[in-house]
């Protein structure tokens, strides 16, 4: 359906759209007169180790301020004290009825809190902050005198930055305004496209039943009009465009309301969904047959966020959880946005192919960022300002390991890139074996190939590498004997060049798996730490989990895990649908190859399967749905897999004869005699 028809469609259905959309300004407007404006006022407080504790030997001296040595136990312990339901019930007794956090102040390291409250009373907010600044003294005071600890070795509060003047927030109340209108104007569009699909359908049979009692009269071919807005669209076209963005535009610059979901490429997936169901509700188009499999998983996945988002709502869940359960539902449908685009919006195996080469032509672009980053020593992604976006995330310097920069491109970090490139790596190696393309050059067939295989060592990572040898180790073995052993050759001669031109790369490599094998590595340790850390949230909440999109680094910590923040996000039930998402990609991959009759498909399922597996294993070194870019490109290939696997089965079944009839079969044959 082109932008055309759909324009025609909202010009003829007004009395949908004008009330809904006249009703959804006025809830707006209303919301803006009567919500008031909160605001928000904060301290931050550092603790100070007594003087007398050196003199003492730790075991001597405050058990709460030696239990971690650099007092960061000791705030976290006051941070708990302080948002537990006695100190809520003291400090509202004392005058703080307003929400109030306490928490440690964002990217620093030392015991460092950041106290706020939060109100519609500009004068009270300032006032509850100077009582909850000095109730954590005395909370952190009365800790250690039940502790039976001497007053000479107490730990102190020190006001680093006294309460500050309170400061209007807004943001929560236009996300309010924005929600209403938004939810309005989309509901009013949806109805007046499936009003049109059933007037379509009613014509059509209206038609049907005038054309068979009437004669047909030639008819003259229908001239379209000119203009963009008639041009057909098609998801190619449109995952295309969210491509581009997708690529082009780093990934941690997001619009202000929507934080990290936010990404203009979601944005208009979100869009891309709208016109799929608006061509769907209109008639225009039909599921593509065969690809129902991948929708089922989303729909099981769907279950697992809206469960984690009830479970969220029934307890006792902070301002920014309820705020990241609603971003985790947009980033939901971001996710089924592109699957069902790829998998149901695509009707043509040439475009699937088109599509295919666009997105390891990108890749590459971004490979080849990669490469000027590390070189460079620099973050080129760092120099894009794009006016009415912000950074998401912390500001990400120039990241080192070793005596080398990490190269991140346009991604929000360098495991991002690495993970990336890993699962597209290969369907780019598969483009440059397919016989269709053997006419071009051999730079643009093995240009992708270098690019992305080169960038993912650079990024010095154990993910990386890991999905290097996952890609070799699947899609190598079946390959001829010929092509197997020149693969390998080139690989060994990879690995010797790599030591030829960047001195010391291989070595810092192989030194990150050596550290780990012998559990001697800093960030392996710090993960099997944070892995006993959650066991107390994931007991909470077994089953459904905390909510999807609320268990963020600023509230908790980085998991780095992606099975693990399933788990403490969606429960039992939302890792059960995760894994259901790699095996049905490791499915649609070994679908392909063996039903397909050429050469070209089965290694293009080959690499279906190549690409999921390095997904399920990768998802384990990192949060990695917690990436846009990475996610995007998963949830894609994970759809693009069910179109192919649709076209392929079709393919099987129109090569099959069909069986003959009875009545022919029971007539004799006539043999020639000789």
């Known amino acids: 359906m082109s932008l055309g028809e759909i324009w025609a469609i909202l010009r003829r259905r007004w009395y949908f759209m004008v009330p809904f959309t006249l009703l959804s300004l006025l809830g707006g407007g209303y919301l803006y007169v009567t919500v008031p404006v909160s605001y928000q006022s904060q301290s931050s407080v550092a603790l100070l180790d007594s003087s007398a504790v050196a003199r003492l030997a730790p075991t001597f001296g405050n058990p709460i301020s030696n239990a971690g040595g650099s007092l960061i136990v000791t705030a976290d312990v006051l941070i708990r004290t302080l948002e537990s339901n006695d100190a809520a019930k003291e400090l509202s007794g004392r005058g703080v009825t307003d929400p109030y956090t306490a928490g440690f102040a964002p990217a620093s390291e030392s015991p460092l809190l950041v106290l706020s409250v ?60 924005a929600a209403v209108v938004i939810l309005g104007v989309v509901s009013a569009f949806l109805l007046s496209i499936l009003m049109e699909g059933v007037a379509v359908v009613r014509r059509r049979r209206r038609v049907a039943k005038s054309v068979a009692s009437k004669p047909k009269r030639a008819r003259a071919p229908d001239r379209a009009r000119p203009g963009w807005l008639s041009r057909r669209v098609d998801a190619t076209a449109i995952l295309t465009v969210y491509l581009v963005l997708a690529f082009f535009i780093p990934s941690n610059l997001a619009l202000p309301a929507l934080g990290g979901v936010g990404t203009p490429a979601n944005v208009f997936a979100l869009l891309g969904l709208l016109w799929y169901l608006a061509t769907w509700l209109g008639g225009r188009i039909l599921p593509a047959p065969g690809t129902r499999l991948v ?180 899609m190598v073995p079946r390959w001829k004997p010929a092509r197997r052993w020149a693969a390998i050759g080139v690989m060994t001669a990879s690995v010797a060049a790599f030591k030829v031109i960047v001195p010391g790369l291989i070595g810092t490599i192989t030194g990150l798996f050596a550290s780990f094998l012998s559990n001697s590595d800093s960030s392996t340790q710090a993960r099997t730490v944070k892995y006993g850390a959650i066991v107390p949230y994931l007991k909470e909440h077994p089953l459904f989990g905390r909510g999807f999109g609320t268990f963020t680094p600023d509230l908790y910590f980085f998991t780095d895990n992606q099975y693990m923040l399933a788990l403490a996000e969606t429960g039992l039930l939302g890792l059960v649908a995760l894994l259901a998402l790699f095996i049905t990609g490791i499915h649609h991959g070994g679908a392909v190859r063996r039903l397909a009759r050429t050469e070209s498909d089965r290694e293009l399922g080959q690499a279906f399967f190549a690409s999921s597996l390095v997904a399920l294993v990768s998802s384990a070194t990192f949060d990695s749905l917690s990436f846009p870019m990475f996610a995007g490109m998963f949830f894609l290939m994970l759809g693009a897999g069910s179109s192919c696997l649709g076209f392929v089965r079709r393919e099987a079944a129109a090569a099959v004869p069909a069986p003959p009839k009875a009545s022919e079969a029971a007539v004799p044959q006539l043999v020639e005699a000789r």
């Not at 001497?150 to 309170?166: D, G, W």
């Not at 599509?355 to 590459?364: C, D, E, F, K, N």
Request: with cysteine; net charge positive.
């Open 295 to 474: 929708r089922v998983v989303m729909c099981l996945l769907g279950v697992a966020v809206l469960a984690a988002y009830m479970s969220d709502a029934m307890r006792e869940s902070s301002h920014q959880e309820v705020l990241g359960a609603d971003r985790g539902l947009i980033g939901f449908l971001v996710w089924v946005s592109l699957v069902v685009l790829t998998s149901a919006g695509v009707q043509e195996r040439g475009r699937l192919d088109v599509l295919m080469r666009r997105v390891v032509i990108m890749a590459s672009v971004v490979a080849a960022i990669g490469f000027y980053d590390f070189f460079a020593a620099t973050n080129i992604a760092d120099s894009i300002h794009i006016p009415g976006l912000q950074t998401s995330v912390a500001q990400v310097s120039v990241m080192d390991r070793g005596a080398f920069t990490r190269p991140r491109a346009t991604t929000a970090q360098p495991l991002e890139f690495a993970g990336m490139l890993a699962i597209l790596l290969p369907f780019a190696i598969q483009q440059a074996f397919d016989p269709v393309r053997r006419h071009l050059h051999a730079a643009r067939r093995w240009g992708p190939v270098v690019l992305m295989a080169g960038a993912l060592p650079l990024s010095v990572s154990r993910t990386s590498i890991i999905g290097l040898l996952l890609v070799a180790l699947v």
């Open 118 to 177: 939060t109100g519609t009373d500009r004068a009270k907010v300032l006032r509850e902050t100077n009582i909850l600044t000095t109730f954590a003294g005395e909370q952190l005071s009365a800790l250690q005198a039940a502790s039976k600890v001497p007053p000479a070795y107490f730990v102190q509060t020190a006001p680093v930055v006294l309460p500050q003047t309170p400061v209007a927030k807004s943001k929560s109340r236009y996300q309010d305004i």
